[in-house]
């Protein structure tokens, strides 16, 4: 960033700062200077937290946490009530949206939860002969393994007792563009702003990983500290079992938008394999699951989320392993 033809910030209030930035971001791009060009978004995702109304983006925030932890709790409460009263088989599953119905099939709740692995692994079980079962949820869109810590060490008796499934990891480590909270803001800019940001990121996507490839959600070595947490207080409220599970990497079409998405997603999942063996916690590898059984069946077109055939193979594959 050039001393000699930096803008002068002083004088400039919300929203003007955030687009003297991401004009400037534009205009190196557009000299092919894209090392300026990123330093110039990077600032201006750094103003969209520290000149966004502090009130309003506030605000805008509770609602988001409201409205997927509301989620959260609908799918946990349904399948609660399809689950036993009395049981004698608990499950608990930590997950992200992988574990829920997609968005496009909301309007099929609660019966849309059928088809997700926890829905089915709570059908699967409770057709065995004698088998009382309830299966717990907190699977949450957004979710990470820093969230369930701390969900968790609010709430350890939900574990008491119960087989545990932490399906978490895609959250942590991709690779993002913002940060939750400067992706709410930018919602809160004026359209022609907002618009201005989105097509940086989706433009200049592999520039900006290349320049910046730790910026995630959860860095590795606090993801594997998490699962160390989750670890422990799983043992201190007697869990019957414990297993971390994969994260799944996204098929090939997909990578040259994501430079290194391999070896990043792979750093995370051998982190989570060395935790595992170290606190004693079974591994369901669904990366390889997937992989195994043909990606253009197991995930739908966004090669992230689970497909039916994939929810099935992961119900499946854990009970085989922990419960057979």
């Not at 190196?28 to 200077?33: G, L, N, R, S, V």
């Not at 059928?114 to 057709?127: A, C, E, N, V």
């Not at 939750?180 to 996507?205: H, W």
């Not at 606190?279 to 039916?308: E, I």
Request: charged share 20%.
């Amino acid at each position: 960033m050039n001393e000699m033809t930096r803008p002068n910030f002083a004088d400039l209030q919300y929203p003007d700062t955030i687009a003297l930035a991401i004009d400037a971001a534009h205009a190196a791009a557009k000299k092919d200077d894209l090392d300026e060009a990123v330093r110039w978004f990077d600032l201006c995702r750094t103003l969209l937290i520290r000149c966004t109304p502090t009130v309003a983006l506030k605000r805008r925030i509770d609602a988001n946490l409201k409205s997927i932890s509301d989620e959260a709790e609908r799918s946990r409460n349904a399948l609660i009530e399809k689950g036993s009263k009395t049981p004698t088989t608990r499950v608990a599953i930590l997950g992200d949206s992988l574990a829920l119905p997609r968005v496009d099939e909301k309007d099929n709740f609660p019966h849309s939860l059928d088809g997700t692995y926890p829905g089915l692994i709570l059908s699967k079980l409770q057709g065995e002969a004698a088998n009382k079962v309830q299966v717990w949820t907190h699977c949450q869109r957004y979710f990470t393994t820093q969230d369930a810590v701390m969900l968790l060490e609010q709430n350890p008796d939900v574990l008491s007792g119960a087989h545990v499934i932490i399906h978490l990891g895609l959250n942590d480590c991709a690779v993002r563009m913002f940060m939750d909270n400067q992706r709410l803001a930018i919602g809160l800019l004026p359209t022609e702003i907002s618009e201005k940001i989105l097509s940086f990121s989706r433009t200049y996507r592999a520039a900006l990983i290349q320049a910046f490839p730790g910026f995630s959600y959860v860095p590795v070595d606090q993801y594997r500290a998490n699962l160390h947490r989750i670890a422990s207080i799983a043992q201190d409220a007697g869990a019957a079992s414990l297993t971390f599970t994969t994260v799944i990497v996204v098929p090939w079409k997909f990578w040259p938008a994501t430079p290194g998405v391999c070896h990043n997603f792979t750093t995370y999942n051998l982190a989570m394999m060395d935790t595992a063996l170290q606190v004693g916690a079974n591994v369901l590898d669904v990366d390889r699951l997937m992989w195994q059984n043909n990606v253009v069946r197991t995930l739908n077109k966004d090669g992230m989320h689970l497909s039916p055939v994939g929810h099935e193979l992961l119900a499946d594959a854990w009970i085989k392993q922990v419960i057979a």
